[in-house]
Structures are given as C-alpha cells and as structure tokens.
C-alpha cells in the first residue's frame, strides 16, 4: 500500500508542472490572472484596456442579474464607441 501512496504522490508532483497556466489579462478565467491586469491598466492609465473592462461588466461576479446589468453595459458600449469617433 505504502509504494502505491508513494507513486501515486510522485505523479501528481511529476505532472503539477506540466498544466499550462493562464497569463494575466483583462477576461482571463483566474481572478489571480484577471484582477492584476485590471489593477495594472488602472495604475497605467491604459485606455486601450477600456473594451476589456467593458466587457468584464457583463461577467457573473456581478450582483445584479442580467436584465439589470444590460442598461449601464450598453451605456459603457455607447460611450466607448463615441470616443473612438
């Protein structure tokens, strides 16, 4: 029993590395990716990320429901879209 433990152990430890992991980027599925990048195109004055974060409005961390959340949303995609004009 205490080989098959061991083994067992060895794999897991073997294969940890291996699991491709997620950058950081507005809309990467890991809060521990996704909230650096926006606290970084905050902290820069990126505008460029201004679509992203757009889009994150739309995420399901949100309190309110959907049907709540699509008249502020499409007032965002109303303003990004005036200052690309």
Not at 30 to 41: E, W
Request: proline content about 6%.
């Amino acid at each position: 029993m205490g080989i098959w433990r061991g083994l067992l152990v060895a794999i897991c430890l073997l294969t940890g590395g291996c699991i491709p992991h997620e950058g950081q980027f507005i809309g990467a599925v890991d809060p521990l990716n996704n909230i650096p990048a926006i606290q970084k195109a905050a902290e820069e004055k990126d505008e460029r990320a201004a679509p992203a974060l757009v889009d994150q409005l739309s995420n399901d961390v949100y309190y309110l429901e959907a049907d709540e959340q699509k008249p502020s949303i499409e007032r965002w995609r109303s303003w990004l879209k005036q200052r690309k004009t």
